[in-house]
């Protein structure tokens, strides 16, 4: 059983650079500029042999009114309120400040085991501010450096005694590793593809900023657990949470607002941005969440195509339809697919609201009806029977040789999203509207409509140019 471990402290301290080092990747945005981390971030790690799941939160900043500092520090609260035990980091350089004092004391009243860690610590020169901690009430601090991963050792031995794993789940764990040894290299391959498909799927919203995205996130969790506000930008990194929809288990990723690179000059937005885009082209399945008011625009065409161009499978969600000019939106989104997404014909659009809540289950149908679609792995009989009845309606045109060009079979070399590969003796200058025809009818065909496909042509080996070579010598 993981040990659920909340990283606090004031603004600027460390905590996002504590939270890379345990998960052992670079998943929170890590940044000069202080508060950079808005929502609580969760993830698994692992610290020699204690499982842990850490949250990363927002800096502590003292708010009264509903101001986005307030509504950080809730996500904070909550943050500690679920975590059996708290890492309060402060800024050793910088020595004890009056937040500090102040954070430690509400933390103390949460009545939850901290472990106290002076960062920062990379010299001799913080000793005095080490010593200074103790008036915080946390208890002994633990010289450390999140950057250098100094007294990493340390912090083990303190959250040895808090783990809360047993002798049997260690035994378990020791079994499975001694019986996935003993696997013959095809039973492991077999085991592989049962986990991915028992794995959750990797569902991303994607758009431009105050879209709803982060609205969105929260009406599918039935929670407040994203920050939302009239504020323009304020998720800034992407940040991804377990669900479960009707028994399938699905990560939900939520995403900073894509604006067009020319607008984009301050350096914590482009990371915000590469943030997304790496969210969203490691994901299965993208919903790009468009404004009723100003359906695929620029912008948002940008994102599809470069979501389609990645393999992910994408689902168009219209937000705000409760408000919008329901006749005109639409119009203009079927006009927009048909001229410029013509290279995944037949994506799923749904209208939603996300504010009220509107259409939440037609959106998750769609998802994974598309997330199928992308697995969809097509028999080799009907596929070639397919590709033949292709051939007899419309034969290849002539090549470059001014010879008919040969196409011989098609296989599907892979799923996710579906590949095939044609295989022809002279495949030399087959046009692409020729490949365009076979796509389209595949799609039609076998229900593949709203995904990326993949289709290469190869060359066919001659059985005979080995024997001609021997008779030649």
Not at 213 to 241: C, F
Not at 261 to 274: N, T, V, Y
Not at 329 to 355: C, F, R, W
Request: glycine share 6%; net charge positive; with cysteine.
């Amino acid at each position: 059983m993981s040990l659920k471990t909340a990283i606090v402290g004031r603004p600027n301290v460390g905590k996002s650079t504590l939270f890379n080092r345990l998960a052992g990747r670079k998943i929170a945005i890590v940044h000069d500029k202080p508060g950079v981390t808005r929502d609580r971030r969760e993830a698994a790690a692992k610290l020699q042999d204690i499982d842990l799941q850490i949250i990363d939160t927002a800096g502590f900043e003292y708010a009264k009114d509903d101001s986005l500092e307030k509504r950080m520090w809730q996500q904070t609260e909550r943050a500690i309120k679920e975590s059996d035990i708290c890492l309060f980091l402060f800024d050793a350089r910088a020595g004890v400040q009056p937040y500090d004092e102040l954070f430690a004391g509400l933390v103390r009243q949460s009545g939850k085991p901290v472990i106290l860690l002076a960062n920062k610590c990379e010299g001799k020169l913080q000793e005095d501010s080490i010593h200074e901690a103790y008036k915080l009430g946390l208890g002994a601090p633990i010289p450390f450096s999140a950057e250098h991963g100094i007294g990493l050792q340390d912090l083990y031995d303190a959250l040895k005694h808090f783990d809360r794993k047993t002798e049997e789940e260690i035994s378990a764990d020791r079994d499975d590793e001694a019986e996935s040894e003993a696997l013959s290299q095809e039973e492991k391959d077999r085991l592989e593809d049962e986990k991915y498909k028992s794995r959750p799927i990797q569902l991303a919203i994607v758009g431009r900023p105050n879209v709803g995205k982060s609205t969105l996130m929260n009406a599918l969790l039935k929670d407040e657990r994203m920050l939302t506000g009239p504020e323009a930008g304020v998720t800034r990194d992407a940040i991804a949470v377990d669900w479960e929809w009707k028994g399938r288990k699905i990560k939900l990723v939520d995403t900073a607002g894509l604006r067009r690179r020319a607008k984009i000059e301050d350096s914590l937005e482009k990371m915000s941005a590469a943030s997304t885009k790496r969210a969203a082209f490691t994901a299965q399945v993208v919903v790009l969440v468009l404004d009723a008011d100003a359906v695929l625009d620029k912008q948002d065409l940008t994102i599809a195509r470069q979501v389609i161009d990645e393999g992910r499978a994408l689902v168009i969600a219209v937000n705000k339809w409760d408000i919008a000019n329901r006749k005109e939106a639409l119009q203009k989104l079927n006009d927009k697919l048909q001229t410029s997404l013509a290279q995944a014909e037949g994506v799923p659009t749904v209208t939603i609201s996300a504010l009220k809540n509107e259409n939440l289950d037609k959106l998750m149908s769609a998802v994974l009806k598309v997330y199928d679609r992308w697995n969809t792995r097509i028999p080799t009989a009907p596929l070639n029977k397919w590709f033949a009845d292709m051939i007899d309606n419309y034969p290849p045109p002539l090549g470059k040789n001014k010879r008919r060009i040969k196409l011989r079979y098609i296989t599907q070399a892979k799923t996710r999203p579906p590949a095939f590969y044609i295989f022809s003796s002279n495949p030399e200058g087959l046009p692409d509207a020729y490949l365009r025809y076979l796509m389209n009818n595949l799609r039609e065909t076998f229900n593949l409509g709203g995904i990326p496909l993949r289709i290469t042509v190869r060359k066919t080996e001659n059985p005979y140019a080995e024997k001609d070579k021997r008779h030649s010598k």
